[in-house]
């Protein structure tokens, strides 16, 4: 279907000067609040109107009593909430002359909901704007700077209904896992005996190819629980990913070791949290930063930038040695803790040894380099945390679990959001608009 659109527009200025900020604002204004919206609702009408003739003169579709023939029957008024304002029609409804059906052709042609009241792009700007800022100023700033009234209690009820957080699932095996969690304030319910205190945990993996993959968002969630949803429908002895990265906590350790093949404990906890253990044990702030300066040399093993078949075997047995002899001065610095009377200290670092030098032992045995700190996940988690902690409180833990679904899929799979979002709005090339010209209307007396 083609039509030409005439779009006639009355300009009256003064003829003693205005500026050229007021005509721009002026320009934009008309064009926001009316006419994109104006386009939009007339292009629709063209296209009911060419639908209803077919069906009313027997060029349509069968009616499933196998009837051609409809008649008119009425028109009926919608408005649809869109990012380039209202859009309002009235669209056709049709009988059928057989068995008194009755249809709306447009509704029908567009795939639109019975009691559709906005599109899916509205919805895909509100979602990309809550999840970086309140509810609150989301809603505000949507009708100061782009002209789309949202209230914020109907963003939050959108938010809520969609499914835009969907995780695609995965049944091959990662390279790497990553996991961890950070607290937050949820609303509280004394009748059933729930806190301010909750804690949102967080899944991603790093496939073959360096892709990162959101695995999920769980709030209220045990790390059972997430392990088996990681694993969804993998076969029962196929690992979720070749190397777990932790920060440590038992819980997770114990839940999502048993998933991949090796762990690895994250160097930057280990360290920074050995501050708090020696705090513990009473050690003085002096001395606990000189035991983690000492702990950071100790465990920190660079590995080789080329690949494993250029390194000479004299070079990987130095990689061994020098791996070796820090796990074996590790264990003087546990001795030397427990001398001094730091059991505290001592048990978390020989809970912690056990995993400290997997990336070493992984790159030797295949030539993979891993990572030995969470930093990539940490990063993730300081975005969760600024939206969720710092900008809004008393989350309902599906609320939170939902937000940072959104935030990670946005973040971490840019290319798995925008495609679900192309699904949603069947952006397929269906659709193009041309500007012919720009031109001053000529009135016909003047005209040559």
């Known amino acids: 279907m083609q039509n030409i ?67 008119y029957l ?24 057989g068995c008194g059906a009755t249809t ?41 700077i782009g002209q789309i009234p949202v209230p914020k209690s109907t963003a939050h009820r959108w938010i809520a209904a969609s499914d835009c957080d969907g995780m695609q699932e995965r049944t091959d095996t990662f390279d790497v896992l990553f996991a961890d969690g950070t607290g937050y304030k949820r609303r509280p319910d004394e009748a059933a005996h729930i806190n301010n205190r909750g804690e949102l945990r967080i899944a991603l993996g790093v496939d073959k190819c360096g892709q990162i993959v959101p695995l999920g968002a769980f709030s209220g969630v045990s790390w059972d629980r997430i392990a088996s949803a990681v694993h969804g429908t993998r076969k029962e002895d196929q690992p979720v990913a070749d190397l777990l990265v932790s920060d440590g906590e038992q819980g997770l350790c114990d839940a999502l070791g048993r ?22 044990d009473d050690a003085g702030k002096k001395e606990r930063v000189g035991l983690q300066k000492e702990l950071a040399a100790m465990i920190g093993i660079e590995l080789p930038q080329d690949d494993i078949e250029r390194i000479q075997e004299a070079d ?16 003087r610095f546990i001795q030397t803790l427990l001398n001094k009377g730091y059991q505290i200290a001592a048990d978390y670092l020989i809970r912690a040894r056990r995993h400290l030098f997997s990336y070493v032992d992984r790159w030797l045995a ?34 939170a679990a939902k937000m940072a679904r959104i935030i ?17 709005l069947r952006l397929n090339g269906n659709v193009m608009l041309i500007i012919g010209t720009i031109r001053k209307a000529v009135p016909p007396t003047l005209g040559r």
Not at 259 to 280: E, I, M, S
Not at 408 to 424: A, H, L, M, P
């Open 366 to 399: 295949t030539g993979i380099v891993s990572p030995r700190v969470s930093s990539f996940i940490e990063r993730m988690m300081r975005e969760l945390a600024r939206r969720l902690k710092r900008m809004a409180f008393g989350w309902s833990e599906e609320g």
């Open 259 to 280: 998933l991949c093949g090796v762990r690895q404990r994250c160097h930057w906890h280990t360290v920074h949290d050995l501050n708090h253990v020696l705090w513990q």
């Open 74 to 97: 009425d028109q009926r008024p919608r408005r649809f909430r869109t990012s380039a304002g209202t859009v309002r029609i009235s669209w056709r409804r049709l009988e059928c002359t």
């Open 316 to 331: 990987k047995e130095a990689l061994l040695t020098a791996k070796n002899h820090a796990d074996h001065e590790l264990g």
């Open 5 to 71: 659109i005439t779009l006639d527009i009355l300009s009256a200025v003064s003829e003693n000067g205005f500026s050229l900020d007021e005509l721009v604002l002026a320009t934009k204004t008309l064009f926001e609040q009316e006419g994109m919206a104006g386009v939009i609702g007339l292009i629709l009408r063209l296209v009911d109107e060419k639908l209803c003739m077919d069906l009313v003169s027997g060029k349509g579709s069968l009616c499933s009593c196998g009837s051609r023939r409809y008649a």
């Open 104 to 144: 709306i052709p447009l509704r029908d042609f567009l795939g639109i909901e019975p009691y559709q009241s906005k599109t899916a792009e509205l919805e895909k700007v509100v979602a990309e704007v809550v999840s970086e800022q309140s509810y609150r100023r989301s809603s505000s700033h949507l009708e100061i």
């Open 408 to 424: 990670i899929k946005r973040f971490t799979s840019v290319n798995q959001w925008e495609t679900y979002w192309k699904n949603r």
